[in-house]
């Protein structure tokens, strides 16, 4: 049965933290559970690695009561509403329809999956069982991002025509590093160009109706820096660019007919906008800083979101819909596909 959005297929959590299970005890799942820590809205309840030893000692690190050695028994356990999935990209999807099979909500992080069909067939299956998931596309929650939506909306810089972001890191080659790693979803568009590419997709909107790319691989094979042009079927146009090769500043910019929005280093967690106006003319009548600092590492925002979303019991988040995660892993596919790079997804993830 597909969900209604005014009929909640399951109960709302409410008038209790969200008991928040998490797969993947690396880098990013201590920093996110950092910021949960100091959340009336959810707390850590258990924590799943590979090894019992690893999960046990997240665990006392980050105060979950429970701890457990393999992923199933977390997905098992009654007391966790949501998950949160910080594996290795090409280790989402298995886990991830796992997790949807067992009824769990889910927040799963960026890149959602390696492939556009692995995203796809994780969507259907939380649509058809009626459980939420979100991308944990943090971008999208960062006050100073929504600054900017509401200042775009309200017509700020006129009428929107283009607009850009970059994100790279000097990575050096490392075929064991998960950035380069093959086997983990390594390369530069899905770890960077993820950022970049839903920034074009928040703004324009959609699929592009035709995208060019250009790039280079690395030793290995796998995408070591790219650039995109997406064009819109109106002529509205975004540039994204990424790179393992090159520390590129991590800059964004929403350009309109009547000024531009600029979002300094680095855009992906932003703690200021710049809006610039022309008022139409040729030179710039006004700049004005506008700063919405975030709370926490920046983390707190997206889980704000799912914690939100589960108390008013719906599936998807407004803010970040499957769609457009499914728009950008579509973009990001494209993208690799041209630069001659496959990816498939680990069925022995769980
Ligand atoms: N939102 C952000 O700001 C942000 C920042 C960094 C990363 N990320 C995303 O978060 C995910 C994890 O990144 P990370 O930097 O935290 O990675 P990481 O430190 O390597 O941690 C990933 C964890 O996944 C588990 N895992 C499961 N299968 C694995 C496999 N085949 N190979 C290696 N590890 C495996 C490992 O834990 P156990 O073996 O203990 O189970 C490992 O500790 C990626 O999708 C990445 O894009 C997001």
């Not at 058809?128 to 509401?150: D, K, N, S, Y």
Request: glycine letters at 10%; a negative charge.
């Amino acid at each position: 049965m597909t969900a209604s959005p005014s009929t909640p297929a399951y109960a709302p959590v409410v008038d209790r933290p969200v008991r928040w299970g998490v797969v993947g005890a690396g880098r990013i799942a201590a920093k996110v559970m950092g910021d949960l820590a100091g959340m009336p809205g959810g707390r850590l309840h258990a924590v799943a690695s590979r090894s019992a030893d690893r999960a046990r000692a997240f665990a006392d690190e980050h105060g979950a009561p429970v701890s457990y050695g393999s992923y199933d028994e977390l997905l098992a356990d009654p007391d966790v509403d949501a998950v949160y999935l910080a594996t290795p990209h090409r280790q989402h999807h298995a886990v991830a329809l796992a997790a949807v099979e067992a009824g769990k909500h889910l927040l799963v992080e960026k890149a959602f999956t390696v492939t556009h069909a692995g995203a796809q067939q994780v969507v259907d299956a939380a649509r058809a069982r009626g459980v939420f998931v979100m991308e944990a596309m943090w971008t999208r929650f960062q006050p100073a991002v929504g600054r900017l939506r509401e200042l775009v909306a309200d017509g700020a810089v006129g009428e929107v025509r283009s607009v850009r972001a970059d994100l790279g890191l000097r990575v050096p080659f490392d075929p064991s590093d998960r950035l380069w790693d093959p086997a983990q979803g390594g390369g530069a568009l899905l770890d960077l160009g993820v950022y970049p590419v839903a920034w074009l997709q928040m703004v324009l909107g959609g699929t592009p109706a035709s995208l060019e790319v250009a790039g280079a691989t690395g030793p290995n094979g796998v995408d070591a820096e790219s650039t995109v042009l997406w064009r819109t079927e109106d002529g509205r146009h975004g540039v994204g660019t990424c790179s393992l090769l090159s520390p590129l500043p991590g800059q964004a910019a929403v350009f309109g007919t009547e000024g531009w929005i600029e979002v300094p280093p680095r855009f992906h967690h932003p703690d200021r906008v710049v809006l610039h106006r022309t008022g139409g003319g040729r030179s710039v009548e006004t700049s004005e800083e506008v700063v919405a600092p975030a709370t926490g590492t920046g983390y707190s925002h997206e889980l704000d979101e799912v914690h939100r979303c589960l108390a008013a019991g719906l599936t998807e988040s407004p803010t970040m819909p499957l769609d457009d995660t499914l728009a950008v892993m579509a973009v990001l596919e494209q993208a690799l596909h041209a630069l001659g790079v496959h990816h498939d997804e680990d069925p022995a993830a769980i």
